[in-house]
């Protein structure tokens, strides 16, 4: 254990959460979506696991130490419900609430069609799969910066 980090972040994710940059992306996945195959594509190359939690669980841990773009509006995406695009099933409210908590104030998701949601998750920089078993699980976010010390 170490001080002051999440205990849900393993070794694997925080080295990955660190290599990354910004800019680069990183996929939380639901149990369904076919996260090895699509990992491999990724710049990390492999699937990262946080199978004991729920796709808001993952994110909340993974926001304690991950800063969200503040330049652009895809700083989170969630993958649309086929057929009901603005639908917003609980899984995602929830994440949506984990984020607006890191955040300190409401910062909405947009929506990805899910082939599209497919393609930007290959060109991620990781993609982690949670234990999250309900349907459209899975989100995209990429990473901001830390500014310097005033």
Known sequence: MLKGLDHRLNADVLYVLRAM??????????TNFPSD???????????LRMENLTAAQAVEA???????????????G??????????????QAEVQAAIDAAEGRPRPMVSIERFDFYDRARDAYAVIQTGERRFYGCFVFRKGVIPPDA
Not at 37 to 43: G, K, L
């Open 21 to 30: 940059g910004h800019g680069d992306t990183l996929v939380v996945a639901d």
């Open 37 to 47: 195959s699509i990992a491999r594509a990724t710049v990390y190359g492999d699937l």
């Open 62 to 76: 993974v926001l304690s130490v991950l800063p969200l773009d503040t330049f652009v509006d895809d700083f989170a």
């Open 78 to 91: 969630r993958m649309e419900v086929v057929g009901a695009p603005s639908e917003v099933p609980p899984v």
